[in-house]
């Protein structure tokens, strides 16, 4: 067979750009024909606009991701119905765009599965002993440490802390730290 040689065609890659009334177009692109191209979910009158392929995949990775989603939404959509033809409850396909009632809401708890189970007598107990160790381990705490807990439970910053306190910023995170770990070592036989 001889020396043949493999020819590469190198594959040549057009991102779309759409033309509208007012659109302006260099000399190089006026002879270009138009052609009909999907852009998002429209259709629209592109001209092709040759690109590398660092310049296509950046341009079209967008494009990508939102068919994707789409794809999956028309999927949850087509499973959706499935199951309301067969009269059927199906947990797995609701999501943020699945229409819900105020009542179905009430009866899943605001969208969170519904726990049947109820604790038994012993962990109900052991919740107890928890809580009240959890309030002895609290009552020894120095007023300065109750007061940078309870400021911090309440989502104030460490800084906002320190300044009500008369702490830096750092100083009040090593002492919130540290009152954590105290307590999180005196509860540890409850967990």
């Excluded at 499973?79 to 947990?91: I, N, S």
């Amino acid at each position: 067979m001889g020396n043949q040689e493999k020819t590469r065609v190198k594959q040549q890659y057009y991102i779309p750009m759409e033309v509208k009334e007012g659109t302006i177009i260099t000399k190089e692109y006026e002879d270009t024909p138009r052609t009909w191209s999907k852009i998002g979910n429209r259709k629209v009158r592109t001209i092709l606009v040759p690109a590398t392929e660092e310049q296509y995949k950046a341009y079209m990775q967008s494009e990508w991701k939102e068919d994707k989603r789409q794809q999956r939404l028309a999927d949850k959509r087509k499973k959706r119905e499935k199951a309301q033809v067969e009269h059927r409850d199906d947990f797995s396909i609701k999501g943020w765009d699945t229409p819900v009632s105020f009542e179905q809401l009430c009866e899943t708890e605001y969208g969170f599965p519904r726990e049947n189970r109820q604790d038994s007598p012993e962990e109900i107990l052991e919740k107890e002993e928890l809580l009240e160790a959890l309030r002895r381990e609290l009552a020894k705490l120095e007023e300065l440490d109750l007061t940078i807990l309870q400021m911090a439970i309440q989502g104030v910053s460490e800084a906002a802390i320190g300044r009500e306190v008369g702490l830096s910023q750092k100083g009040v995170n090593k002492r919130k730290h540290r009152i954590l770990e105290q307590l999180r070592n005196q509860l540890e036989d409850y967990r």
